[in-house]
């Protein structure tokens, strides 16, 4: 199933898509881990280097 919308907060500093807690990547896949929702998108900054 997929759906459009927007992420308005984020506070996942570490991930490199998070710029002053707002999220600019182009679009986000959530996924369900370890019993609740979680961004499959994220991607740490060291990871980005
Ligand atoms: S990709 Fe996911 S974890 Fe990263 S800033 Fe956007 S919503 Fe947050």
Do not use: P, W
Not at 7 to 12: G, P, S
Request: with cysteine; aromatic share 4%; proline share 0%.
């Amino acid at each position: 199933m997929s759906q459009d919308g927007s992420v308005a907060i984020c506070v996942v500093e570490k991930c490199v898509h998070n710029l002053d807690n707002q999220c600019h990547a182009a679009r986000i896949n959530v996924g369900y881990e370890q019993g609740h929702a979680d961004c499959a998108t994220f991607k740490t900054k060291e990871k980005a280097a």
